[in-house]
């Protein structure tokens, strides 16, 4: 019954006004013509992609950064104050930073922000934005951490006004931080993937009502709203009938593999009638990946997908615990 109160609701919506488009894409080679069929790309910005010289008019390309968490691949880890490192992620071999750090902000925008913005990038997909939850045990950390999560982001703003924010969750900053905000993206409305089990999972309809309350809310201040969901690369019914299903409820959707690496399908394939250009898309860079690339992209790409699928502070439904990303994986 919820999830067809959700469908007409979205077709409602729909109707209304065409979505933007977005897409997620963390390999190390970016299809540039493939892709640019989206209004908004993420890419890992360690990738060979350079913004400068993409003749895209109408895509705007973000690079992913994290903001909670930070591995020594990083070039700016060896900067990062020792005092500023709170925790781990065991799982993944990043370390926690302290958003409370005063200096913090400063830092991310100077040491992170400003050498992608000198690289062409004018917007940026903010992840591990609750990775906090890891070290904050009582509510008076959280609450101190939250703050900190915050000035980052004001921090980007003062420096960079235009830089268009995409934020991974971060659901409970939205009432500080949403007039700086683009959009809103989070993970597996109805498909996810099982870091630790190596598998994908179907989502149960308790947490896919807290994510539409989430969603909900995201609305309430005219953002939109992104759902990340997982299908096997090769599994292409799978990607459009997930995709379908996320739309029907009202949710921008993009349904990619797990690694992120493969051209994923979204309402623009759809609604632009560019379905048939996608799937060869995918197809060609599936080619890509069969025939092997070079070691030191191989691990540079693993590499990006050991820090964008960290630990997120996914919810169980309604319930306000978290959950490592390790164990049911985010971006």
Request: charge should be neutral.
């Amino acid at each position: 019954m919820a999830d067809a109160t959700e469908a007409r609701a979205g077709a409602a919506g729909a109707a209304v006004a065409p979505l933007p488009t977005f897409a997620f894409f963390y390999g190390a080679h970016v299809p540039v013509a493939a892709l640019s069929s989206f209004d908004s790309v993420v890419v890992e910005p360690d990738s060979d992609f350079d913004p400068r010289a993409a003749d895209t008019p109408c895509t705007a390309w973000l690079a992913y950064v994290s903001v909670g968490e930070v591995t020594t691949a990083r070039t700016y880890f060896k900067d990062i104050p020792k005092a500023w490192l709170h925790g781990e992620n065991r799982a993944w071999g990043s370390a926690v930073v302290d958003q409370a750090a005063p200096r913090w902000p400063a830092f991310y925008v100077e040491h992170v922000i400003a050498p992608l913005w000198a690289r062409g990038f004018r917007g940026f997909f903010l992840d591990t934005l609750d990775s906090y939850q890891i070290v904050a045990k009582t509510d008076a950390e959280r609450v101190r951490q939250q703050a900190g999560v915050v000035a980052v982001i004001d921090a980007i703003k003062a420096r960079f006004p235009s830089a268009r924010l995409i934020l991974n969750r971060g659901f409970e900053l939205l009432g500080r931080v949403h007039a700086s905000v683009y959009a809103v993206a989070f993970e597996s409305l109805y498909r996810g993937w099982n870091q630790a089990q190596q598998r994908y999972t179907e989502v149960t309809p308790a947490d896919r009502a807290w994510l539409m309350l989430q969603v909900g809310a995201a609305k309430a201040y005219g953002l939109p709203v992104v759902s990340i969901d997982y299908c096997p690369p090769a599994d292409d019914t799978c990607a459009r009938e997930t995709a379908a299903r996320i739309r029907a409820a009202g949710v921008i959707p993009y349904v990619t593999g797990p690694a992120l690496d493969v051209v994923g399908v979204g309402v623009g394939a759809f609604a632009q009638g560019l379905l048939a250009s996608a799937l060869a898309a995918r197809e060609a860079v599936r080619a890509e990946r069969r025939a092997g690339p070079p070691a030191a992209d191989a691990a540079a790409a693993a590499q990006a997908h050991r820090e964008t699928a960290g630990w997120a502070g996914a919810p169980a439904a309604g319930s306000g615990q978290f959950v490592d990303r390790g164990a049911d994986r985010a971006i």
